[in-house]
């Protein structure tokens, strides 16, 4: 599946921590898929395992995936 565009964005806060959101644009028709892919159940896990949280919006015109970890789990080596 290919898209045109792929948008990554990140931001910090002090409520949310820190976020990033991931937009598709101008690719295939997307649907809601009937069971989670490979990636999807991946993200979920990691955001689970940090005390994150995460979630999908399959758009018509792309998925768009927000993640946000505490910026407790959140280090830099």
Do not use: K, N
Not at 24 to 53: D, I, N, S
């Amino acid at each position: 599946m290919l898209f045109r565009s792929l948008r990554v964005a990140w931001s910090i806060s002090a409520a949310r921590g820190l976020g990033l959101r991931w937009t598709e644009v101008g690719g295939p028709l997307v649907r809601t898929p009937e069971r989670p892919g490979v990636g999807t159940v991946m993200v979920e896990r990691m955001a689970h395992q940090h005390g994150g949280e995460s979630s999908f919006a399959w758009r018509p015109d792309g998925l768009v995936v927000e993640l946000f970890l505490p910026l407790s789990e959140i280090r830099a080596d």
